[in-house]
């Protein structure tokens, strides 16, 4: 059974930096995708970035000058680096795993996603 854990979520300030991680377990591939999505209170899930099976990456243009997607294959883990936070940035975290998306040239939605984590907090203070 597949399992995907967020790690590293927390409080931060204005202006600080977090890395999220995601380790994947129990997919039979070695090649996938995984999509990180965000989450905050009276607003609609919004894909972040994605890393595609072939390492290609997408960073939603809103972000992009801040965040960037990343994976260690030896550790079936991806990672999501957060800079120069906002408090815009404060959501719950979820990454997801496809194992349909090969090249990212854009944020797939969420319907190509079919294994989910529980999602991590990210608060940050201004």
């Known amino acids: 059974q597949v399992q995907l854990a967020e790690l590293g979520g927390g409080s931060v300030q204005a202006g600080g930096s977090l890395r999220l991680s995601c380790v994947v377990s129990g997919y039979r591939y070695s090649r996938y995708c995984i999509g990180w999505f965000r989450q905050s209170p009276g ?6 970035a994605a890393i595609g099976a072939d390492d290609s990456t997408f960073v939603i243009a809103s972000v992009r000058d801040r965040f960037s997607v990343s994976r260690d294959n030896a550790k079936n883990t991806v990672y999501l ?4 936070m906002k408090p815009e940035d404060t959501a719950v975290y979820f990454c997801a795993l496809s194992g349909r998306v090969n090249n990212i040239m854009n944020m797939p939605g969420a319907v190509f ?14």
């Open 81 to 84: 680096e957060m800079n120069d």
């Open 113 to 126: 996603f079919e294994s989910w984590g529980q999602g991590t907090q990210v608060t940050v203070s201004s």
């Open 43 to 48: 607003k609609e899930r919004e894909g972040v």
